[in-house]
């Protein structure tokens, strides 16, 4: 079964530096993977996808992620951290279930804080 | 696209009262699917909708729970007799195949408190 490990459930960075994320996933086929990040009180908004396109996928925010088959990998990064970026942050990796449909079997979320 | 919308955004009961939630997907997308999310955890699959027809549902979802997604359009969450342990936010989220991937946009979720 496919299935999704975030390393570090809280992440802590000053604002102008480097933030990276990580996931990693397991999965018996082809992945389709994805990074949201939800807001207090929020839904989950999404910041980008990997579907086999290219491996180095850029968001929305300035956000990227970058897939290493090799290293079942799917971190997430931003080159400056900025305040507003303070969120919990979820790596999903689909499942098919039926007739083309995917369910999305997320991570336990990354809590990321942006000190001033 | 005016996106994923629910309603209520917040509810609290009693335990052993009734609740319905209503989502509304974006007008196109034919895939609905409902999740939970509890404190601290990330949201989990609970039922799915191609059109009107529920095609899976979670061992999460109990015979307390009913959804339905009349004429295909919005969906219903019910929770009948509710308890402390179904506190969580309810997330909705649609999607329309495009390419192979299911990409799925959410709604802003309705948090329920059972006292």
């Known amino acids: 079964a496919q299935s999704v490990t975030q390393l570090g459930s809280h992440v802590s960075v000053s604002e102008g530096a480097l933030v990276l994320l990580r996931c990693n996933y397991s999965s018996s086929v082809p992945p389709y993977l994805f990074w949201y990040v939800q807001y207090p009180n929020q839904g989950l908004q999404l910041l980008l996808k990997?579907?086999?396109?290219?491996?180095l996928v850029k968001g929305i925010n300035g956000f990227e992620a970058e897939f290493k088959k090799s290293e079942t990998s799917f971190h997430l990064t931003k080159p400056s951290a900025h305040m507003s970026d303070a969120a919990e942050y979820f790596c999903a990796v689909t499942t098919y279930i039926i007739q083309g449909a995917q369910k999305l079997v997320f991570g336990q979320g990354t809590r990321l804080t942006i000190n001033p | 696209d005016t996106g994923v919308s629910q309603d209520p955004r917040h509810k609290i009961t009693k335990r052993g009262q009734n609740v319905t939630f209503r989502c509304d997907p974006i007008?196109?997308?034919?895939?609905l699917y409902w999740y939970r999310q509890t404190l601290g955890q990330g949201p989990e699959f609970l039922t799915y909708?191609?059109?009107?027809?529920?095609?899976?549902k979670s061992r999460l979802l109990s015979d307390r729970f009913s959804a339905e997604r009349p004429k295909g359009s919005f969906s219903t969450l019910e929770i009948q007799r509710t308890e402390q342990g179904d506190s969580a936010m309810y997330l909705c989220a649609s999607s329309f195949t495009v390419a192979g991937t299911d990409t799925q946009y959410f709604g802003p979720g309705t948090r329920l408190t059972v006292l």
């Open positions: 990997y579907t086999s396109a290219a491996t």
């Open positions: 007008s196109e997308h034919n895939r």
């Open positions: 909708f191609q059109n009107e027809a529920q095609l899976e």
